[in-house]
């Protein structure tokens, strides 16, 4: 026994007197040391400490021998490596709320599962697809395919259509140059008028013999020689501006035209294909991604060039057979189609544009083809677009016939324009369906541009007789600018006038749209209009009832039931 342990027994035995009055203090000392170190011990079974990395077992060392009587043990100390116990507590806090936010986010799934029906929790739901022919939007536009077919002739972008496009400022100038000098006072009268019959020659020869341009001419030359000296100098004045202004239109429709010759690659003219055959194809649209429906958004004034971004663009148009046509347009596999026919005063491109952005407004509810006809495009024209509509029945005839047999699709529209409802019309009064089923389902004549009483007494009875389609809707106003000046050319109303003209008999559903805004002439109505588009989706996708768009009210004239948009009442 050591020296100490022998003190130490010797004073637990048998104390000295000097230690009488602490031993009760020494005893309370060993007593709270030895259940302070059972606390120790027993927290320390209860929540051991994560395993470590196992580490190098250090050296034994040689244990100093301990008193067999209340040992003073140390109390114990982690090993190397392992975490306090503060920040096991807080590890295990972050890990129990953990599981805790688990288990709640999995009663919750659970309960939406339980409210699903049970064969829709079999299989994931898949996303409705779009229906065929929708482009998606790249970047910062969409590209609508529009199929096409034309008895237009390709053209060349040559020096005469640039000569045709700068007609307004060579007249302008002309008149400009001439002035001063044929109106000089020491030249007879009879030399100034042989000069000014000319420069008259040469303008029509120059401005291609536009009856506008020749009048223009002869009205900038002729005129002033029959006015005073000073009224001649404010009119040449007059005619200086035009001549900046005009002449600054000219070159930017010419480098529009240049323009769209570049990028389109086959570019269609006024005039007739050498074959006398229709042509083919598919033409690239783009519509711009901040597009607005009603909106053709095409270049201001003040733009030199076109803008995918924010003008809808004819792209490219591409040729092809017949065949290759018929199987393209069946390997989209659309269900619906429908045939725009355009009007007067309409190129080839503006044609395409427009078709692409009804497509668009109506939701691709149908798949959109094209029908040009030979249409002049120049507001001096109408006399000359007149012939070209009769003339192309023909082909319009074989085109239809050709779609009706030979694309797989359930359905196929009509939508006729302004002028273009004069070839559709006689077209459709000479087709006999020998089959039980109409070959079209949806007729939408716009603006019609044909004599109302012709179309009232033959037209349209043959018409409605052949059963060429389940129904014929026919849209008319009374604002139409451009149809009030063809009643004035021919002398008769039309069949697109509203009023005590508008066309009213069984068998056509008439619809009056005097009551919706208009816009400019007021005869484009069919793509410039919001509320008629909508109207159009309704009609060609649902096939909705008159009575069921409830934004039309009907009315009576002679007896005779018409409907028109209702308008909400001014406050």
């Known amino acids: 026994m050591s020296p100490t342990q022998k003190r130490l027994s010797e004073v637990l035995v048998a104390p000295s007197p000097g230690l009488t009055m602490r031993m009760p203090f020494l005893w309370s000392v060993l007593l709270a040391g030895t259940l302070m170190i059972g606390a120790c011990s027993k927290e320390t079974a209860a929540s051991p400490p994560p395993a470590a990395a196992p580490m190098e077992a250090p050296e034994p060392k040689t244990a100093q021998p301990l008193p067999t009587t209340h040992p003073e043990v140390p109390p114990a100390r982690e090993p190397k490596g392992e975490r306090p116990a503060a920040e096991r507590m807080r590890a295990r806090k972050i890990e129990a709320s953990r599981e805790a936010e688990e288990r709640t986010t999995g009663a919750v799934r659970s309960a939406e599962a339980a409210r699903v029906p049970k064969e829709s929790r079999s299989a994931p739901k898949a996303e409705p697809a779009p229906p065929p022919g929708v482009p998606e939007i790249t970047g910062d536009h969409r590209e609508v395919t529009v199929f096409y077919a034309t008895d237009r002739a390709e053209e060349l972008f040559t020096f005469r259509a640039i000569l045709h496009r700068l007609r307004w400022a060579f007249v302008v100038l002309l008149v400009v140059l001439a002035a001063p000098w044929l109106h000089r006072a020491s030249l007879p009268r009879w030399e100034r008028l042989a000069i000014a019959g000319i420069c008259l020659c040469l303008g029509a020869l120059g401005s291609q013999c536009g009856l506008l341009e020749v009048g223009a001419l002869l009205a900038g030359i002729v005129v002033p020689v029959l ?40 570019a269609y003219g006024n005039s007739h294909r050498d074959d006398h055959s229709l042509a083919y194809g598919t033409c690239i649209v783009t519509i711009p991604k901040t597009h607005q429906v009603a909106v053709l958004e095409s270049p201001s004034l003040t733009d030199f060039s076109e803008s995918f971004e924010r003008h809808i663009v004819l792209k490219v148009a591409t040729p092809s057979s017949r065949d290759a046509w018929r199987d393209g347009f069946n390997s989209t596999g659309a269900k619906s189609a429908f045939v725009f026919i355009h009007g007067y005063n309409v190129s080839f491109e503006h044609a395409a544009r427009r078709t692409a952005q009804i497509a668009h407004d109506l939701k691709f509810a149908c798949t959109p083809i094209l029908y040009s006809w030979r249409s002049a495009g120049g507001l001096e024209q109408y006399t000359r677009d007149e012939n070209a509509a009769d003339q192309t029945q023909y082909h319009l005839r074989e085109f239809l016939e050709f779609i009706a047999a030979s694309l797989k699709v359930e359905e196929i529209h009509l939508v006729a324009h302004s002028m273009g409802n004069r070839a559709l019309c006689s077209v459709l009064a ?142």
Request: hydrophobic letters at 45%; charged letters at 25%; a neutral charge.
């Open 227 to 266: 006015v005073k000296p000073a009224v001649r100098l404010w009119f040449i004045v007059l005619c200086a501006i035009g001549c900046v202004v005009l002449t600054a239109l000219s070159i930017r429709s010419t480098m529009l035209a240049s323009a769209l010759a570049d990028r389109v690659g086959t």
């Open 430 to 571: 000479g087709i006999h369906t020998a089959q039980d089923k109409p070959r079209f389902h949806e007729i939408v004549l716009a603006a019609p541009d044909i004599d109302a009483r012709v179309f009232r007494n033959d037209l349209a009875p043959r018409i409605v007789g052949n059963r060429v389609c389940h129904r014929i809707t026919l849209y008319a106003s009374s604002k139409d600018l451009a149809l009030q000046a063809s009643k004035g050319v021919h002398g008769d109303p039309r069949a697109g006038d509203s009023g005590d003209d508008l066309v009213v008999m069984d068998g056509i559903d008439t619809i009056d749209v005097t009551d919706l805004r208009s816009i400019l002439l007021g005869h484009s109505y069919i793509g410039d209009n919001d509320s008629v588009l909508n109207d159009l989706r309704a009609l060609l996708l649902e096939h909705a009832a008159l009575a069921a768009r409830t934004w039309l009210v009907s009315a009576l004239l002679a007896d005779k039931p018409y409907w028109r948009f209702s308008m909400p009442k001014p406050r």
